[in-house]
C-alpha cells in the first residue's frame, strides 16, 4: 500500500500536508550530492549552517507555507521568528527540523527531518496537543514514519520515489539498546547512576548523533534514548518544539513515553521557539526508572 493509499481515512488537508513533506523529502535527499559545506549564516542558536540544511529548510517552508492554503503558521529551526502566512483561521501550525543530525552530512551518515503538526493550536502549545507529527530517515533507504494520532507506521520510498507500507501500528518493544548523549564527564550525578544502572543490566551502547536514526531504533528494537541537563547546561540541549515534542508525539502513540526526567515532555509548555529541554525517550521501563531516580532524590 502507498502512502497516499494509507491517508485515504486522513482528513484531506492533513493528508495534503504530510504528502507534501513526502514529496519534499524526496528532493531533499536528491540535493545530497551537491550541498555538502558550510554556509555563512548561523541559526537561532548561533549555529554555523550546513548548505543542505538551509536549502531544505527553504524548501520545505516554501511548500509548506506558500503553497499550501490550510498553513498558517510555520516555525523552523532555521529561522528566527515564526513565520506567518495568513492571517485567517487556517487550521495548521508546523514545526520543521529540516535536517536532523546536518553535522554528519560531510561523513554520509544517517540524518532526517522532523515534523510536528499543531491543528487549531499554535506551535508554542504543549506537544500533547498535535495533531499529527512525522520524520524521515534518509539512510540506505528513505523511510517515513508518521502518526495522525491512531497508530504509528513506516514507509519506504522505492527507486520511482513514492513511498510504501513497511510496517502498521508499530508497538515499541522490549529491548536493552540505550543511546546517551552528552559527555560522560559532565553527567549529573542522577544521570549518572541511571546509566549505570543500565549498563549493569546489560544495555548496549548505539548512538549515532543523529536524533532521528537514534530514535527509530528505538522503535524497531527498544531501549532508550537520553540527551539530559548536563554540567554548564542544565536545560539541555535538544530543542522541545522542533525536536522533544515531535519525536516523543511518535513514541508515546507507539506504546513509549518521553520525559524531562521529571514528568511528561508533552506537558511541558514553551516559552519560545528556542526552548530547550532535558530528553529521556523510549519504552515506559526505562521512562519509569529515571523518574523514579529524580523524585527519590527532590
Given amino acids: 500500500m502507498d502512502l497516499e493509499t494509507h491517508l485515504k481515512d ?33 541559526n537561532i542558536y548561533g549555529e554555523r549552517q550546513v548548505a543542505l540544511d538551509k536549502w531544505a529548510d527553504q524548501l520545505l517552508v516554501k511548500r509548506l507555507g506558500d503553497d499550501l492554503d490550510t498553513v498558517k503558521t510555520v516555525a523552523s529551526e532555521e529561522q528566527q521568528n515564526i513565520l506567518v502566512y495568513k492571517d485567517e483561521d487556517d487550521p495548521y501550525n508546523v514545526t520543521l527540523d529540516p535536517v536532523d543530525g546536518s553535522s554528519l552530512i560531510g561523513t554520509n551518515l544517517t540524518v532526517g527531518t522532523i515534523v510536528g503538526i499543531f491543528k487549531h493550536h499554535d506551535v508554542l502549545s504543549q506537544g500533547k496537543k498535535m495533531e499529527a507529527a512525522m520524520y524521515i530517515l534518509y539512510g540506505p533507504l528513505n523511510i517515513l514514519v508518521y502518526t495522525a494520532g491512531k497508530g504509528v507506521h513506516e514507509f519506504a520510498m522505492n527507486k520511482r520515489g513514492k513511498y510504501f507500507l513497511q510496517r502498521e501500528n508499530i508497538r515499541i518493544p522490549n529491548g536493552k539498546i540505550y543511546a546517551p548523549g552528552a559527555l560522560r564527564r559532565d553527567y549529573l550525578p542522577i544521570h549518572k547512576k541511571y546509566i549505570e544502572m543500565l549498563e549493569d543490566d546489560g544495555y548496549k551502547l548505539r548512538y549515532s548523533g543523529c536524533f532521528v536514526a537514534d530514535v527509530h531504533q528505538l522503535l524497531c528494537n527498544g531501549g ?6 548536563f554540567k554548564g547546561r542544565e536545560s539541555g540541549k535538544l530543542r522541545l518544539l522542533f525536536e522533544a515534542n515531535p519525536m516523543g508525539f511518535i513514541v508515546t502513540k507507539a506504546g513509549g513515553a518521553a520525559s524531562t526526567g521529571l514528568g511528561n515532555i508533552l506537558d511541558v509548555r514553551p516559552s519560545s521557539v528556542a526552548d530547550r529541554v ?21
Fill in 224 to 229: 532508550i534514548f537520553t540527551y539530559p541537563g
Fill in 10 to 42: 486522513t482528513p484531506d488537508d492533513l493528508a495534503e500536508l504530510i504528502l507534501t513533506v513526502a514529496e519534499c523529502s524526496r528532493k531533499i535527499r536528491d540535493a545530497f550530492m551537491g550541498k555538502q559545506g558550510m554556509t555563512d549564516t548561523k
Fill in 278 to 298: 532535558p530528553i529521556y525517550i523510549g519504552g515506559k521501563k526505562e521512562i519509569e526508572l529515571i523518574e523514579r531516580l529524580n523524585r527519590e532524590n527532590i
